[in-house]
């Protein structure tokens, strides 16, 4: 698809995740109506107001922009800094038009949804929604902790807090949006025939998908381990504004915690290791696909398209964790989702360079030919058209 009719479908996007996220904080207020919390259960009320409350222009006053309480006077509600919270918000949303319009462009100009891309395009674009509102959030961080009134005191660990709170509402969102933008793709692309899947050498994909995927166990397996977590997080000190970095590496480094739970019976613990295991897997196996359901392997598009599996990795192992959850019925279904897209700084990171890692294994494996272009191997060790990304 070229980008004179992909930016259609990225528009139509962007302003959807927008629209979508500002109701969404919109929608805020009305948890404080009487009777919410005999409707939904306080447990359930106090979970809902921490996901939509980075996304308010309202937020109740004496609570913090990321849902936490505080009675400091001079908080994000105050009527002195309300100018600063409305700036943060207006740049959020701006931002997360920004950050998604791109991602998108680029994704479905080379992964159109057609020549059975379509669930891999719709998959790549719902990933990219919680990647591009992490991103919105990070860039208006500085304008809403300065809404507080106290935006010198601890700066790095306010900013990771802010980063980590854009919460399960970004996923769900980021699932309407991704279906909307394939279906005007797929109206754009009337009269348009895109490039079939290209043959990709088997040997040159596994090698590119094991080197990206060594990237991401980097944070997965040994930063996430929590002995080296907590050096991470506490070897750095000092004072005034950037004091205590530890906090914020610890946010875009760590996908997970490795040793959890802390205590119960080897069965837990299988389980657990099993959700980081599934992370590997859905990376590995996403890489290994990429190259072929790409239009052109350009760098670019396996950073954003590693990224993207990255994310979903992520997804999938906390879903594993919802399964064998059992405290609904202490906290109430709704904490169930609580950890639902938490990670995301940790995998637009390590996915980022997994994908660099892999587009450059790719060209010497022979996963390019010699005008830049995927797939001209020769026949003997070419593998076919893959019917629908698969091995």
């Not at 929608?27 to 979970?47: H, K, Y």
């Not at 637009?348 to 010497?364: E, K, Q, S, W, Y």
Request: proline share 7%; charged share 10%.
């Amino acid at each position: 698809m070229t980008y004179r009719r992909a930016v259609i479908p990225a528009l139509t996007g962007g302003l959807l995740i927008t629209l979508l996220l500002w109701w969404a904080g919109a929608t805020e207020q009305a948890l404080e109506l009487r009777g919410s919390s005999e409707v939904f259960g306080i447990e359930s009320v106090n979970e809902l107001r921490r996901w939509l409350s980075p996304w308010s222009y309202d937020p109740p006053a004496g609570r913090a922009a990321d849902g936490t309480a505080s009675g400091d006077p001079a908080s994000a509600g105050s009527t002195r800094y309300a100018d600063l919270y409305s700036t943060a918000l207006q740049i959020r949303f701006v931002a997360v038009f920004v950050f998604f319009l791109a991602g998108a462009l680029l994704l479905v100009h080379r992964i159109p949804p057609a020549q059975r891309r379509t669930p891999a395009a719709l998959l790549a674009l719902w990933a990219w929604g919680p990647v591009a509102a992490t991103l919105a959030v990070t860039v208006s961080a500085p304008w809403l902790i300065a809404s507080r009134g106290r935006g010198s005191y601890r700066f790095l660990p306010q900013l990771a807090g802010v980063i980590a709170s854009s919460g399960p509402v970004t996923v769900l969102v980021g699932l309407l949006t991704a279906l909307l933008t394939v279906l005007v793709a797929r109206l754009t692309l009337k009269g348009a025939e895109p490039p079939p899947l290209r043959s990709v050498p088997p040997r040159a994909a596994r090698l590119a998908a094991s080197a990206g995927t060594a990237v991401v166990a980097l944070s997965l397996v040994v930063l996430s381990y929590q002995s080296v977590a907590a050096r991470i997080q506490t070897s750095f000190g000092g004072g005034g504004l950037l004091s205590e970095p530890g906090d914020l590496l610890r946010q875009w480094l760590l996908l997970g915690a490795w040793t959890g739970p802390a205590a119960g019976q080897l069965g837990d613990w299988l389980v657990y290791r099993a959700a980081d295991a599934l992370v590997l897997v859905v990376v590995w196996w996403a890489l290994r696909l990429l190259p072929g359901l790409l239009t052109r392997t350009t760098a670019p598009a396996m950073v954003v398209g590693a990224i993207c599996a990255t994310v979903w990795g992520l997804l999938a192992s906390q879903v594993l964790h919802m399964a064998v959850d059992d405290t609904v019925d202490v906290w109430g279904p709704v904490h169930l989702f609580s950890n639902l897209g938490s990670g995301i700084p940790a995998a637009l990171t390590f996915g980022g360079l997994a994908g660099a890692v892999a587009a450059v294994t790719l060209r010497p494996a022979g996963g390019r030919d010699a005008d830049g272009s995927p797939g001209a191997a020769d026949p003997a060790g070419a593998a076919p058209p893959l019917p629908d990304g698969g091995a």
